[in-house]
């Protein structure tokens, strides 16, 4: 079962002619979406496509850079977040994590990343309570100098941490860009899960990437297109859509040397999709 488990469909991109690419993704063979809320507003639209659709879920969750954003005063939304969940289409919290790429290039500051941390761990224990999967966004902070980077930087040891004090929750690493080193660390636990997006399809032959997909058992790997960002080959520089998570099947597919159609029943489970 072919299941987009990352889509922003409530995007603006997407006013002009949302009903119509949800269509056309439903009628090509995708069985369901799962529409990401990254702040309080996406969250509210994620719950109401969710309620519109029968074929779409959703999560509700705060992006960490709404953290940097609002300071301080963004944990006195929190409260509001939280009156969001009675949603029965809520199918996980997320999403939720630490970025540490700064989009002016500067290095992101210790009372910054604080911001964060604080923010996803009262995220972790609101899912705790709910007893619902965590979508994990996690992005170092690729300085522009290389030699720039510290390994204080990297967001995946720092997420890691973090959630290895749920042992309980189930968690997806969305858009997964670990290392190998890194993704043997998650392997040995049980509760780990991975999704790739469209971006596998942009690198060279060789790239490391492949080398993790391979090394993850399939049942833990979901597709996902993240639209309308990160269009797959060979819609790269268009705008994403839900229909074109084939290609990251595809991709994936051909990376382990499996058939498509074979990979494309997942993990419906995690989710409780039905
Ligand atoms: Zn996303």
Redesign the pocket.
């Known amino acids: 079962m072919l299941i987009d488990t ?1 889509a ?1 469909l409530d995007d603006k991109q997407f006013d002009a002619d949302r009903d119509e690419t949800i269509r056309r993704a439903f009628e090509s063979g995708v069985k369901r979406i799962i529409n ?1 809320g ?1 702040g309080l507003g996406s969250s509210r639209r994620s719950v109401a496509l969710a309620e519109k659709y029968e074929n779409i879920f959703c999560s509700i969750g705060l992006h960490p850079h709404y953290f940097m954003e609002y300071g301080e005063k963004s944990f006195d939304k929190i409260l509001e977040f939280k009156a969001l969940a009675s949603s029965k289409k809520i199918v996980a919290i997320g ?1 939720v994590g630490l970025d540490y790429f700064i989009h002016d290039g500067s290095l992101i500051t210790e009372a910054q990343k604080d911001l964060q941390k604080k923010g996803f761990t009262l995220q972790l224990e609101f899912a705790k309570e709910l007893k619902l999967p965590v979508i994990l ?1 996690c992005r170092g902070s690729q300085p522009i100098a290389p030699s720039a980077y510290r390994e204080a930087d990297d967001a995946y040891e720092d997420v890691l941490a973090i959630v290895s004090r749920f042992p309980d929750l189930t968690f997806v690493w ?2 997964f860009g670990g290392r190998l080193n890194f993704t043997e660390k998650l392997l040995i636990r049980k509760n780990y899960f991975f999704s790739f997006s469209g971006n596998i399809t942009y690198n060279k032959s060789n790239a490391e990437i492949f080398s993790v997909i391979k090394k993850i058992p399939i049942e833990k790997i979901m597709f996902e297109t ?1 639209c309308p960002y990160l269009a797959p080959v060979p819609m790269r520089g268009k705008r994403n859509e839900p229909l074109f998570v084939k290609y990251v099947a595809q991709k994936v597919g051909e990376v382990k040397n499996i058939d498509s159609k074979h990979l494309a029943k997942m993990v419906a489970d995690v989710f409780y999709l039905g």
């Open positions: 990352h922003h990401i990254a999403e966004h969305h858009s993240d």
